[in-house]
T-cell receptor
Framework: QQPVQSPQAVILREGEDAVINCSSS?????VHWYRQKHGEAPVFLMI?????EQKGHEKISASFNEKKQQSSLYLTASQLSYSGTYFC????????????FGKGTSLLVTP | EAGVTQSPTHLIKTRGQQATLRCSPI?????VYWYQQALGLGLQFLLW???????NRGNFPPRFSGRQFPNYSSELNVNALELEDSALYLC???????????????FGPGTRLTVT
């Protein structure tokens, strides 16, 4: 089942902060975050696992609330290079090692 | 290290025809995932191959099929093409799940399929 991302789109000025949320109706085993720039392939940002383990880029921070079945991606002191579409992918215990991706959040950072 | 490659970059087909898309994973990766990215729908999981076997498939009709070769490259076949099959098809390679979860996926640039 496709997770719901919010907001759908956000515009920031360079240096501002943003939070992107990902919510699922099913119990989650892991949440994966990817960023896709226009015309390019999605790029891995972070994996958050049930139990607290995380793997990802040092400059990216995210949270995973297992009880609420939600994850949030925190973009602080945004840079122009942060612009793109952010996707969360969720994995639950019976997804058979498949990710269900949300529709994406479009982020534009302006000078 | 070479990344994931896909061919062709663009493919134009007529409704009812068949399309074949190809993917070469990163060296050492045995798992290949296929996704469909249609406008406004995000990434939709299509198929997962590992060690030459189809391990899982998404909610797509049987006319979407594929295979994985001994060198771990993969092919996606779409039969009886329909207009709504027009989309960007992405493949991603990864190491097989070792710790009970999907690992970091490396995506290729995609094949843009247009059905007229």
């Amino acid at each position: 089942q496709q997770p719901v991302q919010s907001p759908q789109a956000v515009i920031l000025r360079e240096g501002e902060d943003a939070v992107i949320n990902c919510s699922s109706s099913k119990a989650l085993y892991s949440v994966h975050w990817y960023r896709q720039k226009h015309g390019e392939a999605p790029v891995f940002l972070m994996i958050l696992l049930k139990g607290g383990e995380q793997k990802g880029h040092e400059k990216i921070s995210a949270s995973f609330n297992e009880k609420k079945q939600q994850s949030s991606l925190y973009l602080t002191a945004s840079q122009l290079s942060y612009s793109g579409t952010y996707f969360c992918g969720t994995e639950n215990s019976n997804s058979g090692y498949a990710l269900n991706f949300g529709k994406g959040t479009s982020l534009l950072v302006t000078p | 290290e070479a990344g994931v490659t896909q061919s062709p970059t663009h493919l134009i087909k007529t409704r009812g025809q068949q399309a074949t898309l190809r993917c070469s994973p990163i060296s050492g990766h045995t798992s290949v995932y296929w996704y469909q990215q249609a406008l406004g729908l995000g990434l939709q999981f299509l198929l997962w191959y590992d060690e030459g076997e189809e391990r899982n498939r998404g909610n797509f009709p049987p006319r979407f099929s594929g295979r994985q070769f001994p060198n771990y490259s993969s092919e996606l076949n779409v039969n009886a093409l329909e207009l709504e099959d027009s989309a960007l098809y992405l493949c991603a390679s990864t190491l097989p799940p070792a710790s009970g979860s999907i690992d970091e996926q490396y995506f290729g640039p995609g094949t843009r399929l247009t059905v007229t």
